[in-house]
């Protein structure tokens, strides 16, 4: 059975916080406004979730946190809520 690191959950933080940064900062593309609000406050709470899981102990948890958050931000770059094109960030270009 393959286990998630601390090296692992680590770089899942590193990667889904750097791209909410860059989400946040990034031009929207489309004339949803609320939406992106909402996304962004999505993402957001997931990473919070994470966080509170990982200082729990609980990786398991905190590594789905992170991948629902990422879901989100991958999905708000499809749809242009965040004009972004890093292809090692998001599933884009």
């Known amino acids: 059975m393959e286990e998630i690191s601390k090296e692992k959950i680590e770089r899942y933080f590193d990667i889904t916080e750097k791209a909410f940064k860059e989400a946040k900062k990034a031009e929207n593309r489309t004339s949803l406004k609320h939406e992106r609000e909402d996304f962004l406050d999505m993402i957001e709470r997931y990473i919070k979730d994470a966080h509170h899981f990982y200082d729990k102990g609980r990786i398991v948890d905190a590594f789905a946190a992170l991948n ?13 809520l965040w004009d972004v094109h890093d292809s090692k960030l998001f599933t884009v270009d």
């Open 68 to 80: 629902y958050a990422h879901g989100w931000l991958d999905a708000g770059a499809r749809l242009g």
